[in-house]
T-cell receptor, first 116, second 109 residues
Framework: NAGVTQTPKFQVLKTGQSMTLQCAQD?????MYWYRQDPGMGLRLIYY???????DKGEVPNGYNVSRLNKREFSLRLESAAPSQTSVYFC???????????????FGDGTRLSIL | LAKTTQPISMDSYEGQEVNITCSHNNIATNDYITWYQQFPSQGPRFIIQ???TKVTNEVASLFIPADRKSSTLSLPRVSLSDTAVYYCLVGVPARQLTFGSGTQLTVLP
């Protein structure tokens, strides 16, 4: 039972390089999310996709782009990496909320990204 | 968006009950309260969610007073493996949830 799978787990980039972080979920969830977590901090939402074919900005979208490739996959791209983007990146997914409340978000184990 | 305030850290001993309180003074009528747990090098994991009064599941209880301006996560008989960061989130839908810095719970032997 894989849940949310992120690749790669670790990556080191040089400033200015580009990179795509991959995320896939096997729970047939409608919504997917990308967060970043800096040391000692909580998670901050970068982008989310409420359903296949839609994407919206979160709290810290600058320097990132996303693609909701299909219902399973949601990728995050850094076009020109900067040292300030050194962080741990988490992908999450959640099912369609029925009525009120939120369906729990299911998280991957993260991608640890260092930019030199 | 409702802002939450939690203690930065708490210590407890194995076998004790731990209560972590979260303040959310400007919670909106439609907002739900959700708690997540995060271990080092892992993504957060959903623990419990509630709207009012008391909610209980197999791992925790969530107490919410009538005014809903705070909530308390209760972990019964903690063990060393409960050492983690606990996040209180308030809002709906999920895309509006904000993870603050959380509470670092350390369980001591």
């Amino acid at each position: 039972n894989a849940g949310v799978t992120q690749t790669p787990k670790f990556q080191v980039l040089k400033t200015g390089q580009s990179m795509t972080l991959q995320c896939a979920q096997d729970m047939n969830h409608n919504s997917m999310y990308w967060y970043r977590q800096d040391p000692g901090m909580g998670l901050r939402l970068i982008y989310y996709s409420a359903s296949e074919g839609t994407t919206d900005k979160g709290e810290v979208p600058n320097g990132y782009n996303v693609s909701r490739l299909n219902k399973r996959e949601f990728s995050l791209r850094l076009e020109s990496a900067a040292p300030s983007q050194t962080s741990v990146y988490f992908c999450a997914s959640s099912g369609l909320a029925r009525g009120v409340g939120n369906q729990p978000q299911h998280f991957g184990d993260g991608t640890r990204l260092s930019i030199l | 968006l409702a802002k939450t305030t939690q203690p930065i850290s708490m210590d407890s001993y194995e076998g004790q009950e731990v209560n972590i309180t979260c303040s959310h003074n400007n919670i909106a009528t439609n907002d739900y309260i959700t708690w997540y747990q995060q271990f080092p090098s892992q993504g957060p994991r959903f623990i419990i969610q509630g709207y009012k009064t008391k909610v209980t599941n197999e791992v925790a209880s969530l107490f919410i007073p009538a005014d809903r301006k705070s909530s308390t996560l209760s972990l019964p008989r903690v063990s060393l493996s409960d050492t983690a960061v606990y996040y209180c989130l308030v809002g709906v839908p999920a895309r509006q949830l904000t993870f603050g810095s959380g509470t670092q719970l350390t369980v001591l032997p």
